[in-house]
């Protein structure tokens, strides 16, 4: 108790504390000016109803699109645009004469919006790279490098070339080869959004296939040569800027700095990756963990951005380096709500920047379409071409081409720190948006056909990894749920991190405890486990020693309990008059009540019940469920006292809580906890695994029996009569 009071306490002070700050900032801002003698409390009101518009916008895209079976960020991209202040950003508004979203000095989001969408940016590819699996990497590396190279090299070569051949035409200049808007068109073109890809790899079972591992291994690739290639792109710009001319001795030393500094920082992070987590586990908490990871990787992003390179690359060398961690899922998992609030925000605001008017040329039209076939060729050609060395047929090799073509998060950053710069122009930057666009929503479609073909995309049988998954089965559902749990909390307590995965709503969670991953799900009335075969004896252990603990609860529980007891305080308890909350007209259907009886035996009465809940189809099978009440009654006797029986149970064979009730004024014997025979039956059934209303059903049942039970019994009422008294 004392431990929550000091809790308390402490929001207390910290809510105290906050609320001072917020209103000495308040007074502040409203006294003092800035630009345009409006106040900072003006600028903080204004980012507070952008902030909201977008995230609300961003979310109904998201979800619209998602519906349309089409990628969520789409949607967000898409709502970006409308919403911007190219179209309905624009349009006066009360209190706003000029629009909710204006350009601000020739630039379409304001510096704050800009600033949160840095962040964002940085989450995003911190994200990355806690996801990037090292292992699968390195097992795929020389396939993956050879298919992220020939990409990388294709889509460059010929972005840039894209510019170089029709700027005249469309923009009315020439551009060279090695000019900052056509080096900026090959680095947006090169980069693969490979998240769309898995989704569909995933939802084909295709993920761990040849095809699935050489595509993420060449996306790892991909990134970190695009990135690096941002950076060397970067520092040219900026060195011909200040001398007017390109000094190749000077690219050539940016690049070298630009991949030194990424090797040397992520040999580093790996290299001091673990003691790095255990300095992070000190904080016990698991979200102080992810919060304190996230500071380190926007230290990281800022240094790297002091050192000249972006600061994107900062965070995914942080997210790399954790990734091999056993708190990187934990991490992941904590920080995935706040990437679920500040992502849609960054594609929304990527989307804010389309300039309409700029597109509303044919050729720039032309010149994005044009563009975005090139980019696709790009990828198949510079993916397929090398995946044909590396033991795949063509149809293996089309579908790692394929995979690769998606353009998404890291193409918008790229053309979004382009158009910041000046470097690209919004003419150029809804082209690099019509290319994102284009890619995006039609490599998946052409992926799914492609895997249609269930064929073999290898020209060789290719060895799996030594994983090994294997199944312990346990007698009932209730068990099998207490073994699962009891296993959760023992590799918990054993040094394990625990992390839920999600699988379409299925029971899925892996335990990692440093290079050691073991997947754990139930199924039914089994476990099963999925890791490497060194690892199988230590599952076998733990399972052994669970099922001991778990056996000697179980024969020290069978002995101090007594469910007659237990019964009879819960027939007391219901004399205590409670309202409850539940309404039972739902739960009783008035065609399922028997005013009186004709059965005279406890099975009969059961089966007379069950008969009127199957005649009106509330239940599936009438023998599995009439078995289930009889192995209910044989454990434990369900008449009660007072005259009132309740025989109930659980089944897979109703959808949700059913009950049908029966008078038989003379009663009959019902193993009754006062031995008197039994007058009023309630049968109750109840979903086996679906949550529902099950005990606070039997709890207000009981109550209202005992207040209304004379009546039921003396007077000889109609089945709408005993509806109406027992659900009013």
Same mark, same amino acid.
């Given at each position: 108790?004392?431990?929550?009071?000091?809790?308390?306490?402490?929001?207390?002070?910290?809510?105290?504390?906050?609320?001072?700050?917020?209103?000495?900032?308040?007074?502040?801002?409203?006294?003092?000016?800035?630009?345009?003698?409006?106040?900072?409390?003006?600028?903080?009101?204004?980012?507070?109803?952008?902030?909201?518009?977008?995230?609300?916008?961003?979310?109904?895209?998201?979800?619209?699109?998602?519906?349309?079976?089409?990628?969520?960020?789409?949607?967000?991209?898409?709502?970006?645009?409308?919403?911007?202040?190219?179209?309905?950003?624009?349009?006066?508004?009360?209190?706003?004469?000029?629009?909710?979203?204006?350009?601000?000095?020739?630039?379409?989001?304001?510096?704050?919006?800009?600033?949160?969408?840095?962040?964002?940016?940085?989450?995003?590819?911190?994200?990355?790279?806690?996801?990037?699996?090292?292992?699968?990497?390195?097992?795929?590396?020389?396939?993956?490098?050879?298919?992220?190279?020939?990409?990388?090299?294709?889509?460059?070569?010929?972005?840039?070339?894209?510019?170089?051949?029709?700027?005249?035409?469309?923009?009315?200049?020439?551009?060279?080869?090695?000019?900052?808007?056509?080096?900026?068109?090959?680095?947006?073109?090169?980069?693969?959004?490979?998240?769309?890809?898995?989704?569909?790899?995933?939802?084909?079972?295709?993920?761990?296939?040849?095809?699935?591992?050489?595509?993420?291994?060449?996306?790892?690739?991909?990134?970190?040569?695009?990135?690096?290639?941002?950076?060397?792109?970067?520092?040219?710009?900026?060195?011909?800027?200040?001398?007017?001319?390109?000094?190749?001795?000077?690219?050539?030393?940016?690049?070298?700095?630009?991949?030194?500094?990424?090797?040397?920082?992520?040999?580093?992070?790996?290299?001091?990756?673990?003691?790095?987590? *255990? #300095?992070?586990? @000190? !904080?016990?908490?698991? $979200?102080?963990?992810?919060?304190?990871? /996230? &500071?380190?990787? %926007?230290?990281?992003?800022?240094?790297?951005?002091?050192?000249?390179?972006?600061?994107?690359?900062?965070?995914?060398?942080?997210?790399?380096?954790?990734?091999?961690?056993?708190?990187?899922?934990?991490?992941?998992?904590?920080?995935?709500?706040?990437?679920?609030?500040?992502?849609?925000?960054?594609?929304?605001?990527?989307?804010?920047?389309?300039?309409?008017?700029?597109?509303?040329?044919?050729?720039? *039209? #032309?010149?994005? @379409? !044009?563009?975005?076939? $090139?980019?696709?060729?790009?990828?198949? /050609? &510079?993916?397929? %071409?090398?995946?044909?060395?590396?033991?795949?047929?063509?149809?293996?090799?089309?579908?790692?081409?394929?995979?690769?073509?998606?353009?998404?998060?890291?193409?918008?950053?790229?053309?979004?720190?382009?158009?910041?710069?000046?470097?690209?122009?919004?003419?150029?930057?809804?082209?690099?948006?019509?290319?994102?666009?284009?890619?995006?929503?039609?490599?998946?479609?052409?992926?799914?056909?492609?895997?249609?073909?269930?064929?073999?995309?290898?020209?060789?049988?290719?060895?799996?990894?030594?994983?090994?998954?294997?199944?312990?089965?346990?007698?009932?559902?209730?068990?099998?749920?207490?073994?699962?749990?009891?296993?959760?909390?023992?590799?918990?307590?054993?040094?394990?991190?625990?992390?839920?995965?999600?699988?379409?709503?299925?029971?899925?969670?892996?335990?990692?405890?440093?290079?050691?991953?073991?997947?754990?799900?139930?199924?039914?009335?089994?476990?099963?486990?999925?890791?490497?075969?060194?690892?199988?004896?230590?599952?076998?252990?733990?399972?052994?020693?669970?099922?001991?603990?778990?056996?000697?609860?179980?024969?020290?529980?069978?002995?101090?309990?007594?469910?007659?007891?237990?019964?009879?305080?819960?027939?007391?308890?219901?004399?205590?008059?409670?309202?409850?909350?539940?309404?039972?007209?739902?739960?009783?259907?008035?065609?399922?009540?028997?005013?009186?009886?004709?059965?005279?035996?406890?099975?009969?009465?059961?089966?007379?019940?069950?008969?009127?809940?199957?005649?009106?189809?509330?239940?599936?099978?009438?023998?599995?469920?009439?078995?289930?009440?009889?192995?209910?009654?044989?454990?434990?006797?369900?008449?009660?006292?007072?005259?009132?029986?309740?025989?109930?149970?659980?089944?897979?064979?109703?959808?949700?809580?059913?009950?049908?009730?029966?008078?038989?004024?003379?009663?009959?014997?019902?193993?009754?906890?006062?031995?008197?025979?039994?007058?009023?039956?309630?049968?109750?059934?109840?979903?086996?695994?679906?949550?529902?209303?099950?005990?606070?059903?039997?709890?207000?049942?009981?109550?209202?029996?005992?207040?209304?039970?004379?009546?039921?019994?003396?007077?000889?009422?109609?089945?709408?009569?005993?509806?109406?008294?027992?659900?009013?």
């Amino acid at each position: 108790m004392n431990v929550r009071r000091k809790g308390r306490d402490m929001k207390k002070a910290s809510a105290y504390i906050l609320f001072l700050v917020l209103g000495v900032g308040t007074a502040w801002g409203s006294t003092e000016g800035v630009a345009g003698g409006q106040t900072i409390t003006h600028h903080m009101m204004l980012l507070m109803i952008q902030l909201g518009v977008i995230i609300f916008c961003a979310k109904f895209g998201s979800l619209l699109f998602k519906r349309l079976h089409m990628p969520g960020v789409l949607g967000e991209l898409c709502v970006g645009m409308l919403i911007g202040p190219y179209l309905l950003g624009k349009v006066p508004l009360p209190g706003f004469p000029e629009g909710l979203f204006q350009v601000v000095n020739g630039f379409p989001v304001s510096l704050e919006l800009y600033g949160i969408c840095s962040l964002a940016a940085i989450i995003l590819l911190f994200m990355v790279g806690l996801e990037t699996d090292l292992k699968l990497f390195l097992r795929f590396s020389v396939a993956g490098t050879a298919v992220g190279v020939g990409g990388v090299v294709a889509s460059f070569v010929l972005g840039d070339l894209c510019m170089v051949l029709l700027d005249d035409l469309v923009f009315g200049k020439q551009y060279g080869f090695f000019d900052a808007p056509s080096l900026f068109l090959g680095v947006v073109s090169t980069a693969t959004s490979v998240g769309i890809t898995a989704r569909i790899l995933s939802e084909r079972k295709k993920l761990s296939s040849p095809e699935g591992v050489t595509i993420l291994a060449g996306a790892v690739v991909d990134d970190v040569l695009g990135i690096i290639m941002l950076a060397v792109v970067l520092g040219a710009i900026t060195a011909s800027q200040a001398t007017g001319v390109i000094n190749w001795g000077h690219i050539g030393v940016i690049a070298g700095k630009a991949v030194g500094i990424w090797l040397i920082s992520t040999m580093l992070g790996l290299l001091f990756a673990r003691r790095i987590s *255990i #300095l992070l586990k @000190l !904080f016990r908490d698991r $979200v102080s963990i992810a919060i304190m990871a /996230l &500071g380190l990787a %926007l230290i990281l992003s800022g240094l790297f951005e002091e050192a000249g390179l972006a600061m994107i690359i900062g965070a995914y060398v942080a997210g790399l380096s954790l990734s091999q961690t056993d708190i990187s899922r934990v991490i992941r998992e904590k920080l995935e709500p706040v990437q679920s609030l500040l992502v849609p925000v960054f594609f929304c605001c990527m989307g804010m920047m389309v300039n309409f008017t700029s597109l509303s040329s044919p050729k720039i *039209i #032309l010149f994005g @379409l !044009f563009y975005s076939l $090139v980019a696709v060729m790009a990828k198949i /050609l &510079g993916c397929s %071409l090398p995946a044909l060395f590396f033991r795949f047929n063509l149809r293996g090799a089309l579908r790692v081409g394929v995979g690769m073509v998606p353009r998404g998060e890291v193409a918008l950053i790229i053309a979004g720190i382009g158009l910041a710069m000046g470097v690209l122009r919004a003419e150029e930057f809804g082209v690099a948006i019509i290319m994102t666009l284009l890619t995006t929503v039609a490599a998946p479609l052409v992926l799914v056909q492609l895997f249609k073909n269930p064929a073999s995309g290898t020209s060789r049988e290719v060895v799996t990894e030594d994983r090994h998954t294997f199944e312990f089965k346990f007698p009932s559902l209730e068990l099998t749920e207490l073994m699962f749990s009891k296993l959760l909390v023992a590799f918990e307590k054993d040094g394990f991190f625990v992390h839920a995965l999600e699988h379409d709503g299925a029971d899925i969670y892996q335990l990692r405890q440093d290079d050691m991953a073991i997947e754990l799900r139930h199924a039914g009335t089994s476990v099963f486990f999925d890791c490497e075969k060194q690892d199988e004896h230590m599952v076998n252990s733990a399972v052994f020693e669970i099922s001991s603990d778990l056996r000697t609860m179980l024969d020290g529980l069978s002995k101090p309990i007594d469910p007659g007891a237990i019964q009879k305080k819960m027939t007391e308890s219901a004399k205590i008059e409670r309202k409850h909350s539940l309404s039972l007209a739902g739960y009783i259907p008035e065609d399922c009540i028997e005013p009186n009886l004709k059965a005279t035996t406890k099975e009969g009465v059961i089966e007379e019940l069950l008969d009127m809940l199957v005649a009106h189809n509330h239940i599936r099978n009438k023998a599995e469920v009439f078995q289930a009440l009889l192995d209910r009654e044989k454990l434990v006797p369900t008449g009660l006292q007072d005259g009132f029986a309740m025989p109930h149970a659980k089944t897979d064979q109703v959808n949700n809580v059913v009950c049908a009730v029966g008078i038989k004024r003379e009663g009959l014997d019902f193993s009754a906890l006062d031995g008197q025979p039994s007058r009023i039956f309630v049968m109750e059934l109840a979903p086996q695994q679906a949550s529902g209303p099950h005990l606070q059903f039997v709890s207000a049942i009981t109550q209202i029996v005992q207040i209304v039970g004379h009546d039921l019994v003396e007077k000889n009422l109609t089945p709408s009569e005993i509806h109406q008294l027992l659900t009013s």
